[in-house]
C-alpha cells in the first residue's frame, strides 16, 4: 500500500534503487508542473528534477530533513524552490518571471534561504501555497496509481470505465459479458481501496483537505 515518506526518505538513504524510482515517478509530475509555472521549458524542468535528485543523492538536504521541525512537503518544497531560482538566476531569466494565471509573482523568492536548513521553513511566502496546490494533485495522482496496482487489473479496468470515463454500466455489462451487479462489486472494492489509500496519505498530511478524488 501507500508508502509513508518518512519510509521511503529511510529507504532512499540506504540505498535502495526501487524508492529511488519511485521518488522520481511520484515527484517528476509536480516538479514539472511546478517548472512551468515558473516560466521553465519542460528541458529545463527535467533539469531541475536531475539537479534535486543529485541533491538527495550526495545525501546532504536529504539527512538534514527532520520531522519533528517541518513538514515533508514544505522542505521538499524549499528545496524545488531554491533549485528553480538557482537555475533561473544562471540563465538570466529571474526576476523576469512570473505567472498570472495563478497568482504567483516573483517574489517567490522572498525569504530563500541560503542553505536547506529545514529551521528556516517559511510556510508564508507565495511560492508554498502554489507549491502545495500542486503537491495535493501530487498526492491524489498517486494515491490513484497505488489503486491501479493494488486491485487486480480487470478489477481496475471495470472502474475505469464505468467511474472515470462514465460510460453506462449496461454498456460496460453487455460489453465484456458480465452483470451490473459484478460491476457494482468491482466499483465497490475499488472505492474501499482507495479510501483506505487516501486515509494513509491524510495520516501524513492532516492539515490538507485532501478529499477522495472521485
Same mark, same amino acid.
Given at each position: 500500500?501507500?508508502?509513508?515518506?518518512?519510509?521511503?526518505?529511510?529507504?532512499?538513504?540506504?540505498?535502495?534503487?526501487?524508492?529511488?524510482?519511485?521518488?522520481?515517478?511520484?515527484?517528476?509530475?509536480?516538479?514539472?508542473?511546478?517548472?512551468?509555472?515558473?516560466?521553465?521549458?519542460?528541458?529545463?524542468?527535467?533539469?531541475l528534477?536531475?539537479?534535486?535528485?543529485?541533491?538527495l543523492?550526495?545525501?546532504?538536504?536529504?539527512?538534514?530533513?527532520?520531522?519533528?521541525?517541518g513538514?515533508?512537503?514544505?522542505?521538499?518544497?524549499?528545496?524545488?524552490?531554491?533549485?528553480?531560482?538557482?537555475?533561473?538566476?544562471?540563465?538570466?531569466?529571474?526576476?523576469?518571471v512570473?505567472?498570472?494565471d495563478?497568482?504567483?509573482?516573483? *517574489?517567490? *523568492?522572498e525569504g530563500?534561504p541560503? *542553505?536547506?536548513?529545514?529551521?528556516?521553513?517559511?510556510e508564508?511566502?507565495?511560492?508554498?501555497?502554489?507549491?502545495?496546490?500542486?503537491?495535493?494533485?501530487?498526492?491524489?495522482?498517486?494515491?490513484?496509481?497505488?489503486?491501479?496496482?493494488?486491485?487486480?487489473?480487470?478489477?481496475?479496468a471495470?472502474?475505469?470505465?464505468?467511474?472515470?470515463?462514465?460510460?453506462?454500466?449496461?454498456?460496460?455489462?453487455?460489453c465484456?459479458?458480465?452483470?451490473?451487479?459484478?460491476?457494482d462489486?468491482?466499483?465497490?472494492?475499488?472505492?474501499?481501496?482507495l479510501?483506505?489509500?487516501v *486515509?494513509?496519505?491524510?495520516?501524513?498530511?492532516?492539515?490538507?483537505?485532501?478529499?477522495?478524488?472521485?
Amino acid at each position: 500500500m501507500y508508502t509513508t515518506k518518512k519510509t521511503l526518505l529511510q529507504r532512499m538513504q540506504n540505498c535502495d534503487e526501487i524508492s529511488w524510482e519511485e521518488f522520481y515517478r511520484i515527484y517528476w509530475p509536480l516538479v514539472l508542473d511546478i517548472g512551468r509555472k515558473l516560466g521553465m521549458p519542460q528541458d529545463s524542468c527535467a533539469d531541475l528534477m536531475q539537479e534535486i535528485m543529485i541533491d538527495l543523492f550526495n545525501g546532504e538536504p536529504l539527512l538534514r530533513y527532520d520531522p519533528a521541525k517541518g513538514k515533508f512537503r514544505t522542505y521538499f518544497g524549499v528545496l524545488v524552490r531554491h533549485k528553480a531560482v538557482e537555475m533561473l538566476r544562471k540563465s538570466a531569466r529571474f526576476p523576469f518571471v512570473s505567472a498570472p494565471d495563478n497568482g504567483v509573482s516573483t *517574489s517567490f *523568492s522572498e525569504g530563500l534561504p541560503t *542553505s536547506l536548513n529545514v529551521d528556516d521553513l517559511d510556510e508564508s511566502n507565495p511560492f508554498q501555497s502554489l507549491f502545495d496546490e500542486e503537491y495535493r494533485k501530487c498526492l491524489l495522482t498517486a494515491a490513484m496509481n497505488e489503486l491501479r496496482n493494488t486491485v487486480e487489473p480487470k478489477t481496475y479496468a471495470i472502474f475505469e470505465m464505468v467511474v472515470l470515463q462514465e460510460r453506462p454500466q449496461k454498456d460496460v455489462a453487455r460489453c465484456l459479458g458480465i452483470s451490473r451487479a459484478t460491476i457494482d462489486v468491482y466499483c465497490s472494492r475499488c472505492r474501499k481501496t482507495l479510501r483506505k489509500i487516501v *486515509s494513509d496519505i491524510r495520516v501524513e498530511n492532516p492539515d490538507f483537505n485532501l478529499d477522495m478524488p472521485l
